[in-house]
């Protein structure tokens, strides 16, 4: 009888997975860091802000690229409508530059005008056949206006004053403004605007086509009759976003992809999601475009479903790190470890990583790194296995990672933490100065010295030894003035970089030092001193003695007579220099957004180094499967460490989840049998089978 339970339950497991999952084809994605958003159709293109860049695609979405604005600046796109050939659209000066513009294009983005400069306290636009509406915050007031142009924005009028406007958009004939429990509109054509629908909850956005709307709150409404009656939808579901494919509609409720045939009114499952706090859903042309953040995907409603992976400009490889080789360079990106070997144009790539990055240190054996959950792990170059090292306390965001011979050491809230050999043994670092102990602020290690920065103080001890001594010289400048200052090393050479603001002097300076003077001084970078926050350099290089390179947030800059910087990329494609590395006379940049650059030393002349290929994530093994109650975690036959784990029941809702240190094995004996789906850092959806 038992065994006859048994095989029944498994049956009507088979049948639920193949209704669930029978449409749907499974493909790999780019596995990029995609966000993006809608700005509509034209003659057979459409239209995405893609990572505050406007992109096009000419096949429907399977490939982007980037739409270059012509206006002699880097800058990026916030805000963005269209309606036809037109594109209006406010853009904000790179980099961390507070000038705002309004601009437009009449010619599907091919030329670019600017209408207005300023502060621009626009929240939304809209644009139809004939007019263009502008939704901005009212100054000295709490209340917004909407603005109007019919000449293609050289002149603007109000026709309408609201509480706040938190979008525009424009439907089959009629502008629809959403406040925060209200929504209004107005006919392409009139002045006058009519109260359309009133909530009782926070309305997160609507959705219309064609006379049917679904109006996103706390719980789904629907109107099938162009708003003259309101129904909840059947078990009041909640839906982050959703849009209308033809006779389809399609939502995203929790973790899954929802579908409904009766306009909104009942729903049921599609697919699991990996990552629903980037999902968002599109129309192009009468296919679904969707992202989860990671991966981008077009429906094919048409004939057979199926997925079918999409391409975007520049953005597969957020970069990281740069890291040389004896006889290769090592690139640390968002999608893992990609190896160039000397004398080669092409990458292979090595290694993928099932943890997100937050910071890591580079040495010439290896790699320490910190993920988003601060853990801690470490990896030799050679083989690149990742070792779970260590979990820092979370929620400090100033931690800095250094390596002292074979040991590893972490700055964390003014503590020191050194490791044994093996990584996996940590301990403090007494800091300690005649008898005073020290807050450390910054730290960096050169030639076994450890130099830590307390007070715009430096001291220093040799292989971080319980004795520590003071640098026997003044701080530079005058110490009341000082806003920021931290400590960089290049490997040979140990620099101090401070900024200075006061109402006497307003400077940022760079020093090398040694352990009783300064060997040299450069001056700060021009305009440096405009950014009101944060480390205005990022990372510094030694190119020769008198002749330093710097990452700055406005750029990359060399200094070759010692004291005046000059930028190395005025025009470049590039827009966020991450990390520099100097090999074999040329200085590589990798770039947030752009891959990797390198500079020729002698005459400076910018070239691309070809990305990487597209990478595998991990494949973690998730055993035994069907299991009753203890499941464990390998790669390759060897367990694995994980530290994020989800679980979800069969109609996707999250009933457990582990985010702490890592484990190699989870006991869900606590679930009652069935059908689960199991998400591991963050990565590929499984499903696992429980037996009682």
Known sequence: MKSQKFFLLLVLLSAINSLLFCQWKQ??????????????????????????????????????KNVELGLGFHSKMSIAAMYQNTIIAIIEELPFNSTKHLIISIDEGVSWKILETGSLQSTSLAVSENRILRGRYLSG???????????????????????????????????????????????????????FYKADKVIRSLVSSNGRHLVLSQSTVVSLDDGKTWTISKDAMVLRSAVYVKDKTFGIRDFALVSSRDGGLTWELDKLIENIQTVSLYVIDTNLFFTDGRQEFLLKINGKNNYTPCKIPNYRFSAYRLLEGDSSMLYIHSQGISKLKNGSKTWQTTKSLSFSNEDMFLDHDSIIWLDLDYNLFHCRKENLSFVYSAA?????????????????????????????????????????????????????????????????QIYYSFDAGNIFYKVPFNTPGNQSEIWYSHLYNDGGSLYWAIRYQGSASKDYRIFRINHSSIEAEWNGIDDITSFFYGNPIKDIIHLSRFSISSIALKGLFIAEDGMNWKALNPSTPFRFPTDLLLKEDKLF????????????????????????????????????????????????????????????????????????????????????????????????????LILK
């Open 27 to 64: 493909f790999e994605g780019a596995h990029s860091n995609f966000n993006g958003n809608k700005i509509g159709e034209y003659s057979g293109k459409v239209y995405f802000i893609i990572n505050e860049r406007l992109a096009v695609s000419e096949d429907q979405g399977l490939n982007f």
């Open 589 to 688: 940049v990798a770039t947030e957004d752009e891959g990797i650059w390198y500079i020729d030393i002698g005459d400076l002349k910018l070239s691309k180094v070809v990305d990487p290929e597209e990478n595998a994530q991990l494949n973690i093994e998730v055993f035994p499967n069907p299991a009753t109650s203890i499941i464990s975690f390998s790669v390759d036959k060897k367990p694995y460490l994980v530290n994020n784990i989800i679980v979800f029941d069969c109609f996707g809702k999250q009933i457990f989840s582990h985010q702490s240190n890592p484990i190699s094995s989870l006991d869900l004996s606590f679930l009652s049998g069935g059908l689960y789906f199991i998400q591991l850092n963050r990565q590929t959806i499984q499903k696992i």
């Open 141 to 195: 007031t709490s209340m917004s206006e909407v603005v109007e142009s019919e000449d293609n924005g050289v002149s603007w009028k109000n026709i309408g004053t609201f509480s706040e406007i938190r979008s525009i958009q424009y439907s089959d004939g009629y502008f629809y403004i959403t406040e925060f429990d209200e929504i209004y509109r107005l006919k392409n054509g009139q002045r006058n605007w009519e109260e």
């Open 392 to 456: 820092i306390e979370p929620g400090n965001r100033k931690v800095e990672i250094q390596r002292l011979q074979k040991n590893v050491l972490y700055l964390s809230n003014g503590k020191i933490y050194k490791s044994d050999e093996t990584g996996l043994i940590w301990n403090e670092i007494p800091v300690n100065y005649e008898g005073k102990k020290l807050f450390v602020e910054s730290m960096s290690v050169v030639d076994n010295y450890l130099y830590v920065l307390f007070q715009n």
